[in-house]
């Protein structure tokens, strides 16, 4: 089902529910007199709790618990409905759209920032969204920027109020508003902590950072200056455990409460007493990418060997022991834009060898994959390594842990790759879904480091065409420019898996995509 939220809806929702959405409202458990922890995996260490630099989902999903937004979705909206999204106030008393280009908020008085830094201000909102767009002190620009590339300013009006002023439409506003580059952060926090509020951040919503150790655990407390619905638990430990399997023993011996898992772990789980597994259509892309610009592959033909010696069935098989679906495209399809009659390449061993010939290197020859260290990744990847053999290319596996394989490909040394299989956790927003592969991503988040104008071009027209049918149409097109391009072999979205104990209610957001720890509660 193509996803979309319709804008003169999401204001009018949003104005019936404005003056309601902070009203204390807390659970029967809550108010019992105890202390409650949440033991919660992460796949890999928290590195930056800054909504403009964050450095992935694992950042994002604390971002939520400890930052507040304007607004945000409802996040007990679990099933994907374009016409039933909800949302609700957060930070704002209210949120009103003047025009495509000018919408007026209003916040709350008396939300206060932790750690004594005081109460939010509409300058510390016209702070949070303009610096994605500036250069940081140190010259960094954020990884993050296109989420506000039509930002023109935010005006300050008053204490509580202001503007926020675009300069040409913004499909994606809602979204944005709602998603952790919509956080808003202690600009004196910020300025003074500098590098420090990276793993010390400064927020206003029900949960605060209070400790850290690298490659093991991120402790959350309650924040007590808080006062809006308070989370269900007292304290959130965010263990890091990166094997799958390690990830089921922690949850059958009680060192885990709540986890995502893989698919191929799902069935021995589902059978242990006192956890319950709940499942959903996946919205990750997971791809094998290729460096346009490393040859042999900076020559399509050879781009195009690998696509048709490739088995993705076989891979899927292997790597996800045939519990996930097929990916033919990027756009999941519960996504506006999803290119539903995308090519299905089926293996031709032939055709590959014909194209290698057509290169100039029918003898074939040697080359690296790139993977992360998980059993899914490896064995997809030993399958590939099989599969590519058959035609002539040799590949040496490079298997890496989390720490060496999420810096491989920026900057220069990702000028060193040649092919890699990435995993990119997905969103309710195309345009978001798209961005890594626009040009200026190149050396960050574009590892195939491919530049297309065509592509390009699609991506900002769907950024802000207001009209969701035209909008599908330039996402299907960026979509055909990556097709032409052979750099990517889509493999699948996955499956959402989340684990959790029977007696824990998990809040993970629309589509499953924006997991809510302050949301989560005891039953």
Not at 83 to 111: C, H, N, W, Y
């Amino acid at each position: 089902m193509a996803y979309s939220i319709n804008r003169r809806q999401f204001m009018t929702t949003a104005a019936a529910v404005a003056g309601t959405a902070l009203l204390p409202s807390v659970p029967a458990a809550f108010a019992q007199e105890q202390t409650t922890r949440l033991q919660i995996r992460t796949r890999r260490d928290l590195e930056v709790l800054d909504p403009a630099f964050r450095s992935g989902a694992e950042d994002s999903g604390v971002c939520r618990s400890i930052y507040q937004n304007l607004i945000v979705y409802n996040p007990d909206q679990v099933i994907v409905d374009a016409t039933k999204m909800e949302v609700q106030m957060d930070a704002a008393e209210s949120l009103e759209m003047i025009s495509d280009k000018e919408i007026r908020f209003k916040l709350k008085p008396g939300q206060m920032f932790s750690d004594g830094y005081g109460e939010m201000t509409a300058e510390d909102v016209k702070y949070s969204f303009e610096r994605f767009s500036l250069a940081a002190a140190e010259g960094k620009e954020s990884p993050y920027a296109s989420d506000w590339a039509h930002l023109k300013a935010v005006e300050v009006d008053d204490r509580y109020s202001g503007r926020i002023l675009l300069e040409r439409p913004r499909a994606s506003l809602e979204y944005v508003l709602t998603s952790t580059s919509g956080c808003i952060v202690c600009k004196k926090a910020v300025e003074e902590r500098g590098i420090s509020h990276n793993m010390r951040p400064v927020g206003s919503n029900a949960m605060m950072v209070t400790a850290f150790e690298r490659q093991r655990q991120t402790t959350l407390k309650r924040n007590p200056d808080f006062k809006g619905q308070p989370s269900g638990f007292d304290e959130f430990v965010m263990r890091v455990v990166q094997d799958p399997k390690t990830v089921e023993l922690a949850l059958r011996s009680n060192e885990l409460d709540f986890s995502d898992a893989d698919p191929t772990l799902a069935d021995s789980i589902a059978n242990v007493a006192d956890l319950t597994v709940d499942q959903m259509p996946g919205i990750a892309d997971v791809w094998l990418g290729i460096n346009v610009e490393h040859a042999p592959f900076d020559n399509i033909k050879v781009r195009q060997a690998v696509r048709a010696a490739l088995d993705v069935d076989e891979m899927l098989t292997a790597g996800y022991d045939g519990k996930v679906t097929r990916a033919n495209c990027m756009i999941m399809p519960q996504i506006l834009g999803h290119w539903k009659d995308a090519p299905v390449h089926k293996r031709d061993i032939e055709l590959a060898k014909s194209l290698l010939a057509e290169a100039g290197i029918a003898d074939g020859f040697t080359c690296k994959l790139l993977v992360l260290n998980q059993p899914a990744f490896t064995n997809m990847a030993l399958v590939a390594q099989a599969q590519l053999a058959e035609v002539g290319i040799n590949i040496e596996l490079d298997v890496r842990d989390g720490g060496s394989f999420w810096s491989a490909g920026k900057g220069d040394e990702g000028k060193k790759l040649q092919m890699f299989i990435m995993r990119f956790n997905g969103a309710l927003d195309p345009n978001y879904l798209a961005f890594p592969f626009a040009s200026d991503q190149v050396g960050i988040w574009n590892w195939q480091r491919w530049v297309s104008p065509e592509f390009d071009e699609a991506f900002a027209k769907a950024a802000e065409e207001m009209n969701p049918v035209k909008r599908a149409g330039h996402i299907v097109d960026f979509q055909k420019a990556m097709e032409d391009s052979a750099a990517f072999v889509w493999l699948t979205h996955e499956t959402l898996i989340y684990v959790h104990r029977n007696n824990v209610r998990p809040s993970v957001g629309p589509a499953g995509t924006s997991l809510t720890y302050n949301r989560f509660e005891p039953k």
